[in-house]
């Protein structure tokens, strides 16, 4: 697990030996049942991934609880719905596959790391069971670990955005792809939608908009 800078850092702070019994006692390399419960109750969990000059990114994923689903001991999946157009996070998955994904609450201070090779399918089997996915990602474990709750502020989840699939009759559409810069570069799919549901807007309303939570 670890390399030469890790335990030249280890050495300097004279915590190899430490740092080898947390390898010894918290590494898994497979999902047990109180981590399955925990990870697929989650409603966001952040997710790095790395683009084809090694930079690494990270980004948010929210959803219900249980858009993340364990499909086995080994292998957890979850739905890409939409996003910005950039598929940055899945274009990163398809040019390098290796990812890392932090689990969190924020009620009760908890937190899973997962890493693990992602792939990412618009034929997978699981497109079924997620309304509006794009894609679904499937990440196979290489390893994982439950992290202390030292340092985790304490926070309640007041409601689910609206924006995610299944909480209303009709997903909304983006704030931002209301902005009048963005009406000729709108997917086919978008086409016509801004002036049916409020209407084009401009960047500095967006932005107005963004600063008041409703972006």
């Avoid at 474990?141 to 995610?164: D, F, G, Q, T």
């Amino acid at each position: 697990m670890y390399g030469e800078k890790h335990r030249a850092l280890q050495d300097e702070f004279e915590t190899r030996k430490l740092a080898d019994r947390m390898e010894e006692i918290i590494i898994q390399q497979e999902i047990g049942d109180e981590e399955k419960a925990f990870i697929e109750s989650r409603p966001m969990f952040f997710l790095s991934t790395v683009d084809q000059n090694g930079q690494p990114t990270v980004s948010y994923k929210g959803g219900a609880p249980g858009f993340v689903r364990v499909v086995d001991k080994t292998t957890l999946a979850f739905p890409s719905y939409d996003g910005n157009g950039m598929f940055y996070s899945m274009g990163n998955i398809q040019q390098t596959a290796k990812v890392g994904l932090l689990f969190l609450d924020f009620e009760t201070p908890h937190r899973i790391r997962f890493h693990g090779e992602a792939s990412v399918s618009k034929d997978d089997p699981l497109m079924a069971d997620f309304n509006e996915a794009e894609m679904i990602v499937r990440v196979k474990l290489s390893k994982m670990w439950v992290n202390c709750p030292r340092y985790i502020h304490k926070y309640e989840l007041k409601e689910l955005s609206h924006y995610v699939p299944g909480q209303k009759e009709k997903t909304p559409l983006a704030g931002w792809k209301r902005i009048d810069l963005m009406q000729d570069v709108l997917p086919p799919k978008d086409k016509g939608r801004p002036e049916k549901e409020g209407g084009v807007i401009t960047m500095e309303e967006w932005v107005d908009n963004v600063h008041k939570g409703k972006g």
